[in-house]
Nanobody
């Protein structure tokens, strides 16, 4: 069955870095665009970043541009989110999801990122 499993979250000090991973299985990974979104405590979902199937298109929210980098390896069915210069306002549960035009998205279970001193 379809699975998206995020990992790599944790507690980090402001200015620190984390690398989130999202391992996919059960679908044709390289045909799906992959997304990272986040949900801060008491807030709605916020789009963070997107990468297309061939990795030649990457997109970022203004709030993370220049600090976060999305990448993928289709041979490993994995997408990553490298997060640098983390700020307290980056604290959230981070989710990856997979989207193919006309089909319902597949979602991961989320991973907690906490940025605090």
């Amino acid at each position: 069955q379809v699975q998206l499993v995020e990992s790599g979250g944790g507690l980090v000090q402001p200015g620190g870095s984390l690398r989130l991973s999202c391992a996919a299985s059960g679908f044709t990974f390289d045909t799906y665009w992959m997304y990272w979104v986040r949900q801060a405590p008491g807030k709605g979902l916020e789009w963070v970043s997107t990468i297309n199937g061939e990795s030649d298109g990457t997109y970022y929210a203004d709030s993370v541009k220049g600090r976060f980098t999305i990448s993928r390896d289709n041979a490993k069915n994995t997408v990553w989110l490298q997060m640098n210069s983390l700020k307290p306002e980056d604290t959230a549960v981070y989710y990856c999801y997979a989207m193919f035009s006309g089909k319902p998205p597949y979602w991961g279970q989320g991973t907690q990122v906490t940025v605090s001193s």
